[in-house]
């Protein structure tokens, strides 16, 4: 697939997505009016992530989510924040399958439409609003961001391009993380090399040995 064919398609999709999301940006949302907006608004205030903030999220996730109350410290500009942070997320994802998903025009154009249809559908874009949220799932959460790194590791050790990544996430999967994978993808790694068969009969080898001193 043509890089200004691919190009095309995930200026397109992220059009799309922008004409679905940026309508919604503000919406109310319970998660960051009474959980995150206040954490970062303490945290900007010298309290301490983890001690003093209980943060649902790893470390790395702190910077993320606090980044928008150093813009408005408002509950509302925080709001607006966060969400427009998760639609730059968003984007990002699309122009990564678009961009670095191996495969002809068939399989990368099924892979953006497979992502925008699960994002916009999960996030009550099109259903109807949640009891708890306005807003869409994908803008009050921060769900995007692992999503984003982990596809980016998942790619670049398809293409043979970060052996490091690669083995710190299979390493992560292999502990019960869900693993993400695109057709035609390897998610698994190499099979292991063949077992020595007298590694399975320490006692057949033996007798070999045996036999060649005789």
């Given at each position: 697939?043509?890089?200004?064919?691919?190009?095309?398609?995930?200026?397109?999709?992220?059009?799309?997505?922008?004409?679905?999301?940026?309508?919604?940006?503000?919406?109310?949302?319970?998660?960051?009016?009474?959980?995150?907006?206040?954490?970062?608004?303490?945290?900007?205030?010298?309290?301490?992530?983890?001690?003093?903030?209980?943060?649902?999220?790893?470390?790395?996730?702190?910077?993320?989510?606090?980044?928008?109350?150093?813009?408005?410290?408002?509950?509302?500009?925080?709001?607006?924040?966060?969400?427009?942070?998760?639609?730059?997320?968003?984007?990002?994802?699309l122009v990564l399958i678009a961009l670095a998903l191996p495969g002809e025009v068939k399989r990368v154009l099924s892979a953006l439409g497979i992502y925008t249809v699960g994002v916009v559908t999960l996030?009550?874009?099109?259903?109807?609003?949640?009891?708890?949220?306005?807003?869409?799932?994908?803008?009050?959460?921060?769900?995007?961001?692992?999503?984003?790194?982990?596809?980016?590791?998942?790619?670049?050790?398809?293409?043979?391009?970060?052996?490091?990544?690669?083995?710190?996430?299979?390493?992560?999967?292999?502990?019960?993380?869900?693993?993400?994978?695109?057709?035609?993808?390897?998610?698994?790694?190499?099979?292991?090399?063949?077992?020595?068969?007298?590694?399975?009969?320490?006692?057949?080898?033996?007798?070999?040995?045996?036999?060649?001193?005789?």
């Open positions: 697939m043509a890089i200004r064919w691919r190009a095309t398609a995930a200026a397109l999709v992220c059009a799309l997505h922008l004409a679905l999301f940026i309508p919604t940006i503000g919406d109310w949302s319970s998660i960051l009016i009474n959980d995150f907006a206040p954490q970062a608004q303490a945290i900007k205030g010298g309290d301490l992530p983890y001690r003093d903030q209980r943060i649902e999220y790893p470390p790395l996730s702190v910077p993320v989510l606090i980044a928008p109350i150093y813009v408005d410290d408002s509950t509302q500009g925080f709001v607006d924040g966060f969400m427009w942070e998760m639609l730059a997320f968003d984007l990002a994802i996030s009550g874009v099109v259903l109807d609003r949640s009891l708890i949220d306005y807003g869409p799932l994908a803008l009050d959460r921060f769900d995007l961001v692992p999503t984003l790194f982990v596809l980016a590791a998942v790619l670049a050790r398809d293409r043979n391009r970060s052996a490091t990544w690669s083995v710190a996430f299979r390493r992560r999967g292999d502990q019960g993380l869900p693993a993400l994978s695109l057709p035609g993808s390897d998610a698994r790694g190499a099979e292991p090399p063949p077992r020595d068969p007298r590694r399975s009969d320490p006692a057949r080898h033996q007798r070999g040995d045996r036999d060649l001193d005789g």
